[in-house]
């Protein structure tokens, strides 16, 4: 009863490098999402996804790309990291009565 | 930009204090959702509310949602050192049922 797992836990990178977060839940819901947590900020969306091959846009969107070819995955790329996106972030899932289900996030360092 | 305002951003109690978070919208929510993060830990879901001037207990916590659905408040009573964490508040807006906006969120510190 995995629920919904995300990978890595810890990922410190460097300027400039592309890195992917992975996000995997078990439930088949339809809805996932991506946020970042930062002190002062609370929670944020960066991309949500309706379904496999339906992704919008969020809140803070810019220099982040994502995909979701299986309903399972929702994999977040930040293409060419830079400090400010320094940050944790958090994977979501939703069922038909939406309430999220959140991961148990990803520090990210870059450095 | 951001428009679920929740107060106070901190608050720090003696264990067995009541404590109070208030969340505010600019706008009508369809519902609002409660949400507690323990530190270092990821949001866990409370509760949703959906009625105007619905009025909801968990135990120690009560949730209320304003009958303009614009506000709402959690209150826990007789506070233990196991409710520290951040309380945060979310809210559909825009009539939008898939981007969920968070309040900032009160970080609740407890004394014992």
């Known amino acids: 009863d995995a629920g919904i797992t995300q990978s890595p836990r810890y990922k410190i990178t460097e300027t400039g490098r592309q890195v992917t977060l992975m996000c995997h839940q078990t439930?088949?819901?339809?809805?996932m999402f991506w946020y970042r947590q930062d002190l002062g900020h609370g929670l944020r969306l960066i991309y949500y996804?309706?379904?496999?091959?339906?992704?919008d846009k969020g809140e803070v969107p810019d220099g982040y790309v994502v995909s979701r070819s299986k309903t399972e995955n929702f994999p977040l790329t930040l293409e060419s990291a830079t400090r400010s996106q320094t940050s944790v972030y958090f994977c979501?899932?939703?069922?038909?009565?939406?309430?999220?289900?959140f991961g148990p996030g990803t520090r990210l360092t870059v450095t | 930009g951001q428009q679920v305002m929740q107060i106070p951003q901190y608050q720090h109690v003696q264990e067995g204090e009541d404590f109070t978070t208030y969340c505010n919208s600019s706008?009508?929510?369809?519902?609002i959702q409660w949400y507690k993060q323990r530190p270092g830990g990821h949001p866990v879901f409370l509760i949703q509310?959906?009625?105007?001037?619905e009025v909801k207990k968990q135990k120690r916590l009560t949730f209320q949602f304003g009958e303009a659905k614009k506000n709402s408040s959690l209150h826990i009573t007789a506070t233990q050192t196991t409710d520290v964490g951040t309380y945060f508040c979310?809210?559909?807006?825009?009539?939008?049922?898939?981007?969920?906006?968070f309040g900032k969120g009160t970080l609740l510190t407890v004394n014992p």
């Open positions: 979501a899932s939703r069922d038909l009565s939406y309430e999220q289900y």
């Open positions: 439930w088949s819901h339809s809805y």
């Open positions: 996804s309706a379904a496999a091959d339906i992704t």
């Open positions: 706008t009508t929510l369809s519902n």
């Open positions: 509310l959906v009625k105007s001037g």
């Open positions: 979310a809210g559909y807006i825009g009539g939008s049922n898939y981007k969920l906006t």
